[in-house]
């Protein structure tokens, strides 16, 4: 519950069969001293109760002080002292025996006898819980006015109908009921907890009704938005809980999990699973009462699941009870669902099922009973207020206990990926792909090596590495979270997709430029056209080629591959602006300014240009490494072809925003 509520219960209705009342009129009714009703709900809701206020908040105001114990038990203990001090009337009744509130039984007992010398006349026996659980155990109810009835089928109707319509506001119903004894049955047994237990279980019926308390947990204020861009990013978010049906839908509504007005139930998937199979049938023994859990947990689901438009699903924990694959197969197949009466055995069981159905799942939860399907999902995420079983079964605790963070975990998760991807396909074009052409171009067809080994290995270990970290601190890019999440066994980090953008697209382009460069320079000072290049093979190195030896060969050589290089450290600035994004553009993710701006990418310019100046034009490195000077136009000439890469990238992108189905976008990367 504290995952999507503010976890500040309180209640905020009283009531009486179908008389509902507000906690400040039930002070008013209270103060009278004759108001038997009142009197008997604030005496089962002070004395079945766990939680305790702390002694150094006692001064302050009720709603000011700090509680110690469990939020339901809480909000009822403000209730009651906000009619009168519950020590007061702790003072005057001692504790026999009690059973805490489970997730099984759903209910709280207190067995209480009055410290007064007729105590055998003020024995009681109290209980609150969940109404559905409580009623079969009760055959009798108070009215408003203090009156006892019995309890028949037209009453129960009135009864459930107030229910219903506080728990259609989001409010958690409670029951209180009472026992009264005239005499004492564990007089005698009052130290042997074993018989006290059979006893307890004995009497636990013949109950009277009390009244009904409603309470309240709002919502989180950023909870609806966190949904609304959970469900944008195709991420399916499910609500488990322990809550009545009616409470657990009107939370999911004001929430955003539920956004329909027509919500289906197990009817409509019994009718979908006999209309596409029509011997399936769902085994339902009437005798089942299923188990129920306070706890609410949320699932986070993605799928690729297609379903025509968003479709609402509420389920019961006692429907699920029976159900066969293909009832799974379509209760999973829907956008939004809420599971209500769940037990822990049941959120196991849903986390399997989607499971099986190649969901990824994460779940959120904070109490022991959450800790199985913690442990089942993908990934379990804790809360940091919870239980220390819930954190040790998660594989992430939320320290703020705020389901928002869970939302900033999915983004900078896939941010991290994106910017792997961008940091690889940075690095292949020259650092691989644009060093393997020229030698296959020398082996095979004969070429001069435009590039030598020393470049390829600067390359590699200094001027691409500049860059390449500053990709890493890129932003999100705006669209991030209306991407379909990918599927893990599909889409893989690398793939055909990303060597064709790394490889037939950039390092294709990357080769080709740097190599008409090349050809270019040797025209242009050496007097060789490509044609003369191509088969020269050992001619070249035996000198008196076309007129020129060995030593102008080489000279030629060592400056047509520094060249080379430059041309590949340049052409690699407009890959770098290039890949920072996917599918936005350029000027849609600014570097300069800001949110997305990432100034460590200039820093990549002039320190690339500095390793460039540094092995051409430093004589020691020239003599030991063979480099030699770079000719001033060819520091400006692979600039156009740079920005040609970038354009051209911009224009593949243009066309994957504006026809998401086209070749173009089915191959991007």
């Not at 060819?634 to 026809?659: C, N, S």
């Amino acid at each position: 519950t504290g995952t999507l509520t503010q976890n500040r219960m309180s209640v905020v209705n009283a009531g009486f069969i179908d008389f509902s009342i507000s906690p400040s009129d039930a002070k008013l009714r209270f103060d009278s001293t004759t108001d038997v009703a009142m009197q008997r709900l604030y005496q089962t809701a002070s004395l079945c109760n766990s939680a305790t206020f702390d002694p150094s908040t006692l001064n302050l105001p009720t709603d000011e002080r700090v509680v110690n114990g469990d939020a339901t038990d809480s909000a009822i203990l403000r209730f009651a002292e906000n009619l009168r001090p519950v020590s007061t009337i702790n003072q005057n009744y001692r504790k026999l025996y009690e059973i805490p509130f489970n997730s099984k039984n759903k209910w709280m007992l207190s067995l209480r006898q009055g410290v007064a010398a007729e105590s055998h006349s003020s024995l009681l026996l109290l209980v609150k819980g969940a109404p559905d659980v409580l009623l079969p155990q009760c055959t009798s109810i108070q009215d408003v006015d203090g009156q006892i009835h019995q309890l028949d089928k037209a009453t129960i109707d009135r009864l459930q109908t107030l229910q219903r319509q506080w728990a259609s506001c989001g409010q958690r119903v409670l029951m209180l009921c009472r026992r009264e004894f005239t005499d004492n049955p564990f007089a005698d047994i009052s130290d042997r907890p074993a018989d006290m237990e059979r006893a307890v279980a004995q009497y636990n019926g013949e109950l009277t009704v009390v009244g009904l308390v409603g309470i309240e947990d709002p919502p989180r204020k950023e909870i609806p938005h966190v949904v609304d861009t959970c469900r944008q990013a195709g991420i399916r978010v499910f609500m488990v809980t322990g809550d009545f049906a009616l409470t657990a839908a009107a939370i999911a509504r004001q929430c955003h999990i539920i956004t329909n007005d027509r919500v289906d139930t197990i009817e409509d998937i019994r009718a979908q699973a006999l209309s596409q199979a029509p011997g399936a049938m769902v085994d339902m023994p009437s005798s089942v009462l299923a188990h129920t859990t306070a706890e609410k947990i949320t699932l986070a689901v993605t799928s690729s699941v297609s379903n025509d438009g968003i479709r609402s699903l509420v389920l019961s924990g006692s429907e699920l009870v029976g159900l066969q694959n293909e009832h799974w197969d379509i209760i999973c197949g829907y956008s939004e669902i809420v599971f209500a009466r769940t037990t822990p055995e049941q959120k196991l069981l849903i986390v399997q099922q989607l499971r099986s159905r190649e969901n990824y799942v994460a779940v959120t939860g904070d109490g022991v009973n959450d800790s199985p399907a913690l442990k089942a999902a993908h990934i379990g995420v804790a809360m940091g207020a919870g239980s220390e079983v819930a954190k040790e079964a998660a594989d992430m605790v939320l320290l703020d206990n705020n389901f928002a963070s869970i939302l900033v975990a999915i983004e900078n998760g896939r941010l991290v990926f994106e910017n792997l991807k961008k940091v690889i396909l940075y690095l292949l074009p020259a650092g691989s792909f644009s060093e393997f052409v020229p030698m296959f171009l020398n082996m095979v067809l004969g070429v001069p090596l435009p590039l030598s080994v020393i470049f390829m290995i600067i390359i590699c270990m200094l001027t691409d590495v500049w860059a390449s970290i500053s990709l890493m601190y890129e932003s999100a890019e705006s669209d991030i979270m209306f991407r379909m999440p990918r599927n893990p066994k599909k889409e893989h980090l690398v793939n055909l997709r990303f060597f064709g953008q790394a490889y037939g697209f950039i390092g294709l382009l990357e080769s080709l430029f740097a190599h008409i460069i090349f050809f270019v320079f040797m025209y242009w000072h050496g007097g060789f056209t490509p044609g003369q290049l191509f088969l020269a093979f050992d001619k070249w190195t035996l000198g008196n080629f076309h007129g020129k030896d060995s030593a102008e060969l080489n000279s030629l050589l060592s400056t047509g591959q520094s060249i080379y290089f430059l041309s590949l450290v340049i052409l690699q600035w407009g890959n770098m602006f290039a890949t920072r994004t996917r599918r936005l553009s350029v000027f849609q993710q600014n570097p300069f300014w800001g949110p997305t701006r990432n100034l460590r990418l200039l820093g990549a310019i002039p320190f690339t240009l500095g390793v460039a100046f540094l092995f051409c034009y430093v004589g020691w490195f020239n003599r030991i490494f063979g480099t030699a000077n770079i000719p001033a136009p060819f520091f400006f000439i692979p600039l156009p072809f740079a920005l040609i890469i970038l354009g051209l990238d911009e224009i593949r992108k243009l066309i994957v925003r504006t026809y998401p189905s086209s070749f173009f976008a089915k191959v991007a990367w």
